[in-house]
């Protein structure tokens, strides 16, 4: 009974810190809240009922340029034309999702239903959760696993992730927008990489095709960019949660896009991977560079429907998590809309 | 189109240019000859509609042209009318990217007196006569039945992994083989690799001495769990045990067989052999529940070549354990080592690398090299090789499961006989775990 008390109380205090520091995670937020949360620290997470903790850093909300200019080296039509974009404050994972942390979602409760343990399974909202179906070998391609960053899910997976995470931590995970994501990449920058422009420099920040020795690495080896993101160019590409569009900066409204997405719909393919990856030439490490998902990703896949958990192809994908500190209205609910059902 | 462009890897390793000069060669030279409308058509019927098949089907439609669907089969309707739709979608959506005029019953014209379900439906689907392509994707232990029928109706024959789950069923598969070779089918098999570039290369500097004369090999299929159906109220014994195939010997040939013989293929291909003896160990420590059937959680066998070499060969099905699906060789000169998809590496005093960006869809390649031959009229008949690579890992099992050593010969001539004579949807008792120094070696 005493302990009950105790956790009573801790929980008003927290309630009331909450309320003190503005922190909301469903309800509107004055514009002091997006100044407050300038002030917020980074913090860790820890997976309930597990060690595997994974460090969130906190995002100020601004404006900033998205795209490339046309002279600068690399630059590819999609990321045309230039436009001013606002970012409402978030906080985003220092690193990329690991294995540690993916398998959690992946495999765990697999485990347990396998090995007939009996509990804990998993009740209330987490039924409502659907998880990856078991891959035909190894996910992670001899790459390893642990701090390796996790690869090969498909966008409906990384989806599904990051709703598994929000119901187990009772916070609102997400996958970036590309808007969110290319402002946290440049960090302010307004170069070709978030160091400046130029590439004898990558090797410090980022793992390529020429330093990475034909793989993934573990993450958080190189520099951070200013705002203390890893890995945001190169080692592995990252899922957002926009579906691609090549001309979608075209179709924006002149003026500033305040947290511009172009929401998915229940078709596979499309969808944005930015940052470029391991295996990837300087260029597609760019801020702005875009690349878009595509069937070829499972073309090794020998089952019809084809997984909609694991791609073939992609040891080059991973993801990393934002957690909004006020949801847009747009995106609130979202969830993958894939199924087995889904067309490419 | 502009992001596929970039996204295609435009950086090759230093040796690719050449590697990839052999692989378009290789590539052109199993393109079919252009196809000439008339009595060189593939008319495919499809036998076992699950996912594998499926896939199958349309890896097929997508190989050549003047390639058509016309029947399936399988014994469950829900997994047929699942099929049926989703190829009849995935060639829809090719057909709109081809040229103005295709129409879907180009490739896709199964009516409805062309699906059979059941038991004995592919029985009736063999009978109709306008087939000459079967593709046998239903679990392996109904291959020897299907493939003596097919052959007997006269078919090309695309054959799923692994072609049968006992010695009984392999001898039946031989006799199979040679009635296919006098009658000039083609068959194909599912040992994909054997159709895949990165393989077929490495082969090749393999055959051609590039390591040395071959002392030793390694092989996995170390992976995590795989898919399960929950037993439904109103399946019989057999409907539940069929529609969780994996998890039934009789059904599967236990893990070792249905999957691992894809990496002791790759063995046997380098040594051009099949080894003389096994000696192996396995048990079922953590998947124990009874609704994952009575076969194994992993297996590590020592097979013994001719030649002296050993393989060490392991497969595993656990969990939250490390994965390892690949081949090794170590050679007088050297060592091979070899992924699918992934890595094909040979360090000796030449080392030699082919790059993951020029691998082919084997998938697909496999029906490419299958039609191609059949217009041909060269038929190319891989039974042999996948039955021997099937006992291989059937008598990695039969090892396994008595706990002695089984040689070559037992194998073959093993009177163990694990299908049920007469199937019927009913009663079937699951048998035992086995239990090595109990279970008998028949």
Request: net charge neutral; charged share 20%; proline share 6%.
């Amino acid at each position: 009974m005493r302990s009950a008390k105790v956790q009573l109380v801790c929980y008003w205090v927290f309630l009331l810190w909450c309320s003190l520091c503005g922190v909301s995670f469903d309800t509107p937020a004055s514009d002091q809240t997006l100044e407050k949360i300038q002030e917020l620290s980074p913090y860790f997470e820890t997976i309930p009922g597990t060690n595997i903790k994974f460090e969130m850093v906190p995002i100020a909300g601004g404006s900033f340029l998205m795209g490339s200019p046309v002279d600068e080296p690399g630059h590819s039509p999609d990321e045309s034309p230039q436009h001013q974009v606002t970012i409402r404050p978030f906080w985003m994972g220092r690193f990329e999702v690991t294995w540690d942390e993916y398998d959690q979602f992946a495999f765990k409760q697999q485990i347990i239903n396998e090995r007939a343990l009996g509990g804990p399974q998993q009740k209330g909202v987490a039924d409502a959760l659907t998880r990856p179906t078991p891959p035909y070998a190894d996910e992670s391609f001899g790459y390893g696993k642990g701090r390796q960053p996790a690869i090969s899910m498909t966008y409906h997976a990384a989806m599904e992730y990051c709703r598994w995470l929000s119901a187990v931590t009772g916070k609102l995970y997400r996958l970036p927008t590309e808007a969110e994501w290319e402002y946290a990449a440049r960090a302010g920058s307004k170069t070709a990489y978030s160091f400046g422009h130029d590439v004898a420099t990558l090797g410090a920040y980022a793992w390529y095709a020429e330093n990475s020795s034909g793989a993934p690495q573990v993450v958080g080896k190189k520099k951070p960019n200013a705002w203390g993101l890893y890995d945001m160019h190169g080692n592995v590409a990252e899922w957002c949660i926009d579906q691609y569009d090549k001309d979608f900066y075209s179709t924006l409204r002149s003026g500033i896009s305040i947290g511009p997405v172009l929401l998915p719909d229940e078709r596979r393919y499309p969808h944005v991977v930015r940052g470029g990856s391991w295996d990837d030439h300087p260029a597609r490490l760019r801020s702005a560079a875009r690349l878009a998902s595509r069937k070829e990703w499972s073309k090794r896949d020998p089952q019809r429907p084809q997984s909609i958990w694991w791609h073939t192809e992609a040891i080059t994908v991973g993801f990393r998590v934002v957690r909004p500190v006020v949801e847009q209205e747009v995106l609130k609910g979202i969830k993958s809309r894939i199924t087995r059902q889904s067309p490419d | 189109m502009n992001a596929q462009k970039h996204s295609r890897r435009d950086f090759l390793k230093t040796s690719t240019a050449a590697a990839m000069g052999v692989t378009m060669a290789a590539r052109i030279k199993a393109m079919p000859g252009v196809y000439a409308a008339g009595n060189d058509s593939i008319r495919i019927g499809l036998i076992g509609c699950g996912g594998r098949g499926t896939g199958a089907a349309v890896n097929a439609l997508s190989a050549a042209p003047g390639v058509k669907l016309i029947a399936m089969a399988d014994a469950f309707k829900d997994r047929l009318d699942e099929s049926r739709k989703n190829v009849a979608e995935t060639i829809t959506k090719q057909i709109e990217k081809e040229a103005e005029g295709a129409k879907i019953t180009d490739k896709f014209d199964v009516s409805d007196n062309h699906c059979f379900v059941g038991l004995d439906a592919y029985q009736k689907l063999l009978s109709v006569s306008d087939i000459n392509y079967v593709i046998l994707a239903t679990p392996p232990a109904f291959r020897p039945a299907h493939l003596e029928a097919a052959v007997a109706a006269g078919k090309n024959i695309f054959t799923e992994k692994p072609v049968a789950v006992d010695g009984t069923g392999i001898r039946s598969v031989l006799a199979t083989y040679e009635k296919a070779l006098a009658k000039r089918l083609a068959i194909a098999a599912g040992t994909q690799r054997r159709h895949q570039t990165g393989y077929l290369e490495t082969m090749k500097l393999i055959h051609a001495g590039r390591i040395g004369d071959l002392v030793a090999a390694r092989c996995y299929w170390n992976q995590g769990g795989l898919w399960k159906k929950d037993r439904q109220p109103g399946w019989s014994d057999l409907e539940w045990q069929m529609r969780n195939w994996l998890y039934f010997t009789w059904l599967s040939g236990d893990h070792i067989v249905e999957q691992h013989v894809h990496n002791i293929d790759v063995i046997n291909w380098a040594m051009n052999a099949h080894p003389t003896s096994a000696l192996g160990m396995g048990g079922r420590q953590v998947r124990t529940d009874p609704s994952y059937g009575h076969i194994f959680d992993h297996f590590t066998i020592d097979y013994e070549y001719e030649n002296g070499a050993h393989l060490m060969s392991m497969c595993r099905q656990q969990d939250g354990t490390d994965k390892n699906v690949s081949e090794a060789l170590t050679g007088t000169k050297g060592n091979a080592t070899t992924q699918a998809s992934q890595r094909y590496v040979i360090k000796s005093e030449k080392p030699w690398q082919f790059p993951r960006e020029s691998d082919n869809e084997p998938y697909q390649q496999e029906h490419v090299d299958l039609i191609a031959s059949i217009r041909a009229s060269k038929p190319i008949n891989e039974l042999k090789n996948v039955a021997e690579s099937t006992l291989t890992a059937i008598m990695g099992r039969m090892s396994a499961y008595t706990g002695k050593r089984v040689t070559w010969e037992q194998a073959m001539n093993s009177t163990e006989s694990l299908v049920p004579p007469k199937l019927e949807w009913g009663p079937l008792p699951m048998p035992g775990v086995a239990l090595p120094g109990l279970t008998p070696l028949l």
